[in-house]
C-alpha cells in the first residue's frame, strides 16, 4: 500500500494521543509499516496538539508536510483552520464541531476566527458533532473514539480490525461505551 | 520475536536491557524522560533519577567503573551540566559499558536552546551512535554498550526529538546479555585524574582514536545505498528519512556512527556521484567534518539547507527545487493557543501578585516559566536551571531596584532548586546578598511530566506509576525550611499556593524588608498529581469587570454579554477566580441537602 498520512490535531487533554494510538494499532495488525509522531512536553498545558500516523508498506518520514495528508482529523474547529494547509488536494477532513475558546481569546488579545464552520465545510470538511454524540452516550470522554470512528470510513481498514482493535485498546472498564462510540462515530461519517 | 510499535525511547531501554544494563540513572529532559521511566520497568536493573545530570553521569561512571553497565540519560542541555565529568570520564574510560543517551531538541518544541549534543562526543573523542528509527535505537543502544567495553570508553547515544517520540516497528528479541558485574580492581593510573595520570591517558585517548577512526570504516553503523549516481546525500538520523521522503532516487551514505567519521569510505561515496551533499538539521556539525576531511561538497541548487530549527521533507524538497505539493494557505487570523498554566494551576496566583507588585523577575525553567506569557507576562529572564537565583543576585548587585524602584524577585521550581539552585542560593547568602527569592513548589517535576525529586522524595519507582504516592514516598523528602536556615537564610515563609491575600501579604513583608535576604516557600501541590476536584462555583450578578478573566484561567471565559463564565467541565473547584473577583460574586455552590 502506497504510504497513507493521517494528521490528528486537537488541545491538549483530548485524547489525540489515545485516537493516534488506535488507528497505528490497526495498521499493524494489517501487517503495515507504520510510524507515529508526537509532540510531548511543553505544547500539553492546553495548547496545540498534533500527531501524525503515516501507514503503508514502507514509511520514512514522520513527519506531515503541507499538502501531504490524506485525512485531518481535528478535535476542535479552530484547530482544524490551523491544520488547513496540512490537506492534501482531495483529502478528506473530519471535523468536531465544537470550538474551545483559547485563553488568548478569553484575556482579550485576539479574537476567535469568523465563519469557522462555513469555512470548513467549504474545504470539504465533514462536522461531526463528536462531542454531543458522546455526551448523548453518556461517555462525554468517548469524543476521540466517535471521531475515530469516523476517520475509520476513510481508510481502506475492515470494520471488525477496528472493533478488535477498540476493544484491546481502551480500559477494560470503557469497552462498552468506546464500541458504542466508535459506531455513533461511524455512522455519523457515513451521513454528513 | 515480538513486532511491537515503540518510541525510540522505549527501544532504547529495550536494547539497554538486553545489553545486560543494571543501572539506569539520569534527570528528566523532553525528549530524554521516557527512557529510564521505561527501563525501570524491568525489575532486573536499577533505575533512579539524579538531582542533575552532572551528579547522573558520575553514579553511572562509578557503576560502570565499579563494574556493571550503566545507561546514563539526559536532554541536550543536560550534557552542558554534565560537560565536566563528560571532560574525564573521557579520559579515564569504563570498566563495565557506560552509555550516555543525549537527546536534543531541534526547533525548541521543550527547550530553552537548540544545540547539537554531537559536539560534545567530539569534543570528549567518543564513539558517537546515531539512531534513525526505533528498530536502529534498539540495536544502536545494544551496541553502544559492546564498543563501551571493546574500546575502554563512555559512548554516546544521540536522538533528536523526532527519533525519541516517534513510534516505529520494531523486532524484540527479548533475550538479556549475561550481566554479572565484571570484576572491580582498583586502578589509580586509570581513575585518578590528577596531572600525571591526566597525561598519560590522553596518550592513551590519542591511541584509542586511531583505533576507532579505523573501526569506523567498517563498523557495521554505516550504510551506503546507490540509487542514482547524479546526487548523494550523506546524512544521519530523522534527517535520512526526511531525505527518502523528498528525494528518492538520491543515493544515501546514512551515518549511524557520528563520530568518529568514516573518512575512506566517506571519500569514496563522494567520488562515486557527481554532486555531494550533507544534509543536516540545526547545525553544521556533520559539513565541518565532512569538509575538513577534503571532500568537496555541493550546495543544493535552489537554497541552502536551514541552518536552524527542524528539518522536514518540505525543507529538503524546497533545498533542491522539488516542487512541493500543492496546498491551500496557512489560516493567517487564528487566535494562538500556546500552553496554559492548568486550571488550579498553584503557580497562578504567585504571579497574579508579582504582576501587582511590577516586579522584575529572575525566572527559571519549568511550567512555571510560563508566568513570561499573557496575562501575567511577569518573567523577565529565563536561561538556565538556577539561574533565577544567581541573576537575582546579579540583578541586586546592579542596583536595579534603586535604578528603577522595582524589587527583584527570584523565582524557583522545586525541581529546579535541588537540581541547581542549592548552590546559586548558598553563593547569595555566603556574600551577604539579599532580596527576594521564591520556590514554588508544586511537589512534582510537572513540565516533564510529574516525575518525583528530592524535595517530595518520590523515586523513580515510585513515579513509574506517574502519580506518585505524596504522602508515603520510599525516597527522603526534603526538609525545604530547614535546609534554608542551614545555608543560612534568616527569613523563611511557608506560605499556601492557593490563598492569594496570603500571598500578596509574604510578597510584601519580604520586598519591604529590603536589607534582608528573604526565601518564601510557596507550597501546594501539581493539579496533575492531586486531582481531586470540587464543584465549580456560581457567578451571580457578575458586573462584568474582567479581573477574574485576567488570572488567565482556561476554565473561564466570557458570555456574549461580558460576564464571566465558567466551563464546568475544566473547572476543578481550586476558588482561584472566587479569590480574584472584586465583588464577590463567584461563590461556592450550597452542598445539596440531603
Ligand atoms: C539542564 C536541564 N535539565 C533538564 C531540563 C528539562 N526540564 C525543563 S523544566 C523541568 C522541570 C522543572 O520542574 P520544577 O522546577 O519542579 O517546576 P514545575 O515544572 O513543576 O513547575 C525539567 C526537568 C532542562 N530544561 N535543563
Known amino acids: 500500500m502506497e504510504t497513507k498520512t493521517i494528521l490528528l490535531v486537537g488541545v491538549g487533554g483530548q485524547?489525540?494521543?489515545?485516537?493516534?494510538?488506535?488507528l497505528a494499532d490497526v495498521a499493524a495488525r494489517a501487517g503495515l509499516d507504520v510510524k507515529v509522531s508526537e509532540i510531548h512536553g511543553m505544547s500539553q498545558?492546553?495548547?496545540?496538539?498534533?500527531?501524525?500516523?503515516?501507514?503503508?508498506?514502507?514509511?520514512?518520514?514522520?513527519?506531515?508536510?503541507?499538502?501531504?495528508?490524506?485525512?485531518?482529523?481535528?478535535?476542535?474547529?479552530?484547530?482544524?483552520?490551523?491544520a488547513q494547509q496540512f490537506l492534501k488536494a482531495g483529502g478528506a477532513m473530519f471535523v468536531n464541531r465544537e470550538?474551545?475558546?483559547?485563553?488568548?481569546?478569553?484575556?482579550?488579545?485576539?479574537?476567535?476566527?469568523?465563519?469557522?464552520?462555513?469555512?470548513?465545510?467549504?474545504?470539504?470538511?465533514?462536522?461531526?458533532?463528536?462531542?454531543?454524540?458522546?455526551?448523548?452516550?453518556?461517555?462525554?470522554?468517548?469524543?476521540?473514539?466517535?471521531?475515530?470512528?469516523?476517520l475509520s470510513t476513510a481508510l481502506d481498514f475492515d470494520a471488525d480490525?477496528?472493533?478488535?482493535?477498540?476493544?484491546?485498546?481502551?480500559?477494560?472498564?470503557?469497552?462498552?461505551?468506546?464500541?458504542?462510540?466508535?459506531?455513533?462515530?461511524?455512522?455519523?461519517?457515513?451521513?454528513? | 520475536m515480538t513486532r511491537r510499535l515503540l518510541s525510540g525511547n522505549e527501544a532504547i531501554a529495550e536494547g539497554a536491557w538486553e545489553a545486560g544494563v543494571r543501572v539506569g540513572v539520569g534527570y528528566p529532559g523532553t525528549p530524554s524522560t521516557e527512557t529510564l521511566e521505561s527501563l525501570v520497568r524491568h525489575e532486573d536493573v536499577h533505575c533512579e533519577w539524579s538531582p542533575n545530570e552532572k551528579v547522573a553521569l558520575e553514579v553511572g561512571l562509578g557503576a560502570a567503573m565499579g563494574g556493571v553497565r550503566s545507561l546514563v540519560t539526559m536532554k541536550h542541555v543536560g550534557v552542558n551540566v554534565a560537560a565536566d565529568p563528560l571532560m574525564s570520564a573521557c579520559n579515564t574510560g569504563v570498566n563495565a559499558g557506560l552509555v550516555i543517551l543525549a537527546a536534543d531538541d531541534p526547533s525548541c518544541y521543550s527547550s530553552q536552546n537548540e544545540q547539537d549534543s554531537r559536539f560534545y562526543a567530539a569534543f570528549a573523542r567518543i564513539p558517537c551512535l546515531d539512531p534513525a528509527d526505533?528498530?536502529?535505537?534498539?540495536?544502536?543502544?545494544?551496541?553502544?554498550?559492546?564498543?563501551?567495553?571493546?574500546f575502554d570508553t563512555p559512548v554516546m547515544l544521540h536522538e533528536t526529538m523526532r527519533i525519541a517520540h516517534t513510534r516505529t516497528m520494531v523486532e524484540v528479541d527479548g533475550t538479556r546479555a549475561d550481566d554479572a558485574p565484571r570484576d572491580y580492581a582498583d586502578n589509580i593510573g586509570k581513575f585518578v585524574m590528577m596531572p600525571a595520570n591526566a597525561v598519560r591517558r590522553r596518550a592513551v585517548v590519542d591511541e584509542r582514536t586511531a583505533e576507532l577512526e579505523a573501526w569506523a570504516e567498517d563498523c557495521g553503523l554505516n550504510q551506503v545505498e546507490m540509487r542514482d549516481k547524479g546526487v548523494g546525500v550523506i546524512c544521519a538520523g530523522a534527517v535520512y528519512q526526511h531525505v527518502r521522503e523528498a528525494l528518492p532516487e538520491a543515493s544515501t551514505f546514512k551515518l549511524g556512527l557520528t563520530w568518529p567519521l568514516p573518512a575512506q569510505a566517506l571519500a569514496a561515496f563522494a567520488t562515486s556521484v557527481d554532486k555531494c551533499y550533507v544534509v543536516e538539521e540545526a547545525s553544521d556539525y556533520l559539513s565541518l567534518r565532512v569538509r575538513a576531511m577534503g571532500i568537496q561538497l555541493a550546495t543544493p541548487p535552489a537554497a541552502p539547507i536551514p541552518v536552524a530549527g527542524e528539518l522536514n521533507p518540505a525543507l529538503v524538497r524546497a533545498s533542491f527545487g522539488v516542487e512541493e505539493p500543492a496546498h491551500q494557505p496557512a489560516a493567517k487570523d487564528l487566535p494562538p493557543r500556546p500552553p496554559a498554566f492548568c486550571p488550579g494551576c498553584p503557580h497562578r496566583l504567585v504571579y497574579v501578585e508579582l504582576r501587582r507588585l511590577k516586579a522584575v523577575v529572575t525566572g527559571d525553567i519549568g511550567c512555571y516559566t510560563l508566568g513570561a506569557v499573557a496575562p501575567y507576562r511577569a518573567v523577565h529572564s529565563v536561561i538556565d536551571m538556577g539561574a533565577s537565583l544567581s541573576m537575582a543576585h546579579g540583578m541586586e548587585l546592579a542596583g536595579?531596584?534603586?535604578r528603577t524602584g522595582r524589587p527583584v524577585v527570584g523565582?524557583?521550581?522545586?525541581?529546579?532548586?535541588?537540581?541547581?539552585?542549592?548552590?546559586?542560593?548558598?553563593?547569595?547568602?555566603y556574600n551577604g546578598g539579599v532580596g527576594t527569592l521564591c520556590i514554588l513548589d508544586n511537589r512534582t517535576t510537572a513540565m516533564t511530566g510529574t516525575q518525583g525529586n528530592p524535595v517530595n522524595g518520590v523515586t523513580l519507582t515510585d513515579s513509574s506509576h506517574k502519580i506518585g504516592p505524596l504522602d508515603n514516598p520510599t525516597g527522603k523528602a526534603l526538609d525545604?525550611?530547614?535546609?534554608?536556615?542551614?545555608?543560612?537564610?534568616?527569613?523563611?515563609?511557608?506560605?499556601?499556593?492557593?490563598?492569594?491575600?496570603?500571598?500578596?501579604?509574604?510578597?510584601?513583608?519580604?520586598?519591604?524588608?529590603?536589607?534582608?535576604?528573604?526565601?518564601?516557600?510557596?507550597?501546594?501541590?501539581?493539579?496533575?498529581?492531586?486531582?481531586?476536584?470540587?464543584?465549580?462555583?456560581?457567578?451571580?450578578?457578575?458586573?462584568?469587570?474582567?479581573?477574574?478573566i485576567q488570572i488567565g484561567c482556561p476554565a473561564l471565559g466570557r458570555a456574549a454579554d461580558g460576564s464571566a463564565v465558567i466551563d464546568p467541565t475544566l473547572c476543578v473547584g481550586c476558588t482561584q477566580c472566587q479569590q480574584a473577583c472584586p465583588f464577590g460574586c463567584i461563590s461556592p455552590v450550597a452542598p445539596k441537602e440531603a
Open chain 1, 45 to 82: 498545558r492546553g495548547g496545540s496538539v498534533s500527531t501524525v500516523v503515516r501507514v503503508g508498506d514502507h514509511v520514512s518520514s514522520m513527519i506531515c508536510d503541507p499538502g501531504c495528508a490524506d485525512v485531518i482529523v481535528a478535535f476542535e474547529a479552530v484547530e482544524a483552520l490551523r
Open chain 1, 161 to 192: 480490525l477496528w472493533r478488535t482493535t477498540v476493544r484491546e485498546g481502551v480500559p477494560k472498564k470503557t469497552i462498552d461505551a468506546n464500541l458504542a462510540a466508535f459506531e455513533a462515530g461511524r455512522a455519523a461519517a457515513l451521513e454528513a
Open chain 2, 411 to 429: 523565582v524557583i521550581g522545586d525541581s529546579t532548586f535541588a537540581h541547581s539552585g542549592i548552590t546559586s542560593l548558598l553563593g547569595t547568602v
Open chain 2, 480 to 548: 525545604l525550611p530547614v535546609l534554608l536556615r542551614a545555608l543560612g537564610v534568616e527569613d523563611v515563609a511557608e506560605v499556601d499556593a492557593q490563598d492569594q491575600k496570603a500571598i500578596r501579604a509574604a510578597l510584601k513583608a519580604a520586598v519591604a524588608n529590603a536589607d534582608q535576604l528573604s526565601v518564601i516557600i510557596f507550597k501546594s501541590p501539581c493539579r496533575l498529581v492531586d486531582r481531586r476536584t470540587k464543584p465549580a462555583p456560581q457567578i451571580k450578578d457578575c458586573r462584568k469587570c474582567g479581573t477574574c
Open chain 1, 99 to 150: 470550538t474551545i475558546t483559547p485563553v488568548s481569546v478569553n484575556i482579550g488579545n485576539f479574537t476567535m476566527p469568523q465563519n469557522v464552520r462555513a469555512r470548513l465545510t467549504g474545504m470539504g470538511a465533514k462536522l461531526i458533532p463528536a462531542g454531543r454524540i458522546a455526551r448523548d452516550l453518556g461517555s462525554p470522554k468517548s469524543t476521540n473514539v466517535v471521531l475515530v470512528g469516523a
Open chain 2, 400 to 402: 536595579v531596584t534603586e
Open chain 1, 15 to 22: 485524547g489525540t494521543i489515545l485516537a493516534g494510538h488506535l
Open chain 2, 134 to 150: 526505533s528498530a536502529e535505537a534498539l540495536d544502536f543502544s545494544r551496541r553502544a554498550f559492546e564498543i563501551s567495553e571493546r
